[in-house]
């Protein structure tokens, strides 16, 4: 009876040990793994910056212009002679004609115009017209543009409403995006490894990327790190431009 109770204990024993022995163990896996879990909440973010000056590829070339009178078909033939004298100087400029488009003749009755404030017009009849230049022949346009005085001199007056004027885009940005965008996350993760050698650390794997923010601005801006909208308006009186690219990347880090 005593050797069986021994045995009993003796079992009893070894069992608490083996249960003591696998507490102890899974604490320390527990403890590496929580240990594994702060480990990986460190991480720096950092940002990549790359600029290339281009050359607009599309010159878009709005001449507007208009004549006024009390007599609707003096000022139609005006407006006639004005359209010719506009044309004769496009072509003389090297324009062709398959990158000329001829907008629609509008005219403007003042005496007919319900909300008017009541004065008479000094002229009742307005008739405007639009010629819109389009090319990729950026550097003819640009020439062109330099010498409009020609007309002034022959009367024409050129209106200068928001929107229209002389207009420079870049249309193969496409092209070019997937590069920049390599060297701009080139450029943010060697930030991050002279941030995590100043730290002791070492750079891992990306934790998160941020989409890229595309900014087109004049050539002769100042250059920063500012994440400028894309469809910078000061830019479109530009020929040539300085397309810039901004990434956020966080990368972790470890010892």
């Known amino acids: ?41 460190r991480y720096v973010t950092v940002k990549g910056l790359v600029e290339r000056k281009i050359k607009a590829d599309l010159a878009i070339w709005a001449l507007s212009y208009k004549e006024a009178g009390d007599d609707l078909s003096s000022v139609y033939a005006k407006t ?16 062709q004609s398959s990158e000329i488009e001829l907008g629609v003749v509008r005219v403007v009755d003042k ?28 550097d003819q346009v ?3 543009a330099q010498k409009t005085m020609l007309l002034l001199r022959k009367g024409i007056v050129l209106n200068s409403n928001p929107g229209e004027g002389l207009t420079y885009k870049l249309t193969g940005l496409n092209y070019i995006k997937p590069d920049m965008i390599t060297k701009a996350t080139r450029n943010a993760r060697a930030a991050a490894e002279r941030f995590a050698s100043d730290a002791g650390s070492k750079v891992g794997s990306i934790r998160q990327a941020k989409q890229c923010v595309f900014s087109i601005l004049p050539a002769d801006q100042s250059s920063g790190t500012g994440e400028d909208s894309e469809s910078n308006s000061n830019a479109d009186s530009s020929l040539m431009k300085t397309v810039r690219v901004v990434t956020t990347v966080e990368y972790y880090l470890y010892n």
């Open 1 to 41: 009876m005593n050797g069986t109770h021994e045995t009993s204990r003796g079992g009893t024993a070894l069992l608490g040990s083996l249960l003591a022995v696998g507490l102890i163990v899974g604490g320390w896996v527990l403890g590496m793994q929580i240990k594994a879990t702060r480990l990986s909440d």
């Open 80 to 95: 006639e002679g004005d359209k010719k004298a506009i044309l004769q100087f496009l072509d003389q400029e090297g324009i």
């Open 111 to 138: 005496q007919a115009n319900e909300f008017g404030d009541g004065k008479p017009a000094p002229r009742r009849y307005i008739v405007e017209q639009q010629i819109t230049v389009r090319t990729p022949r950026v």
């Open 142 to 144: 640009a020439a062109a």
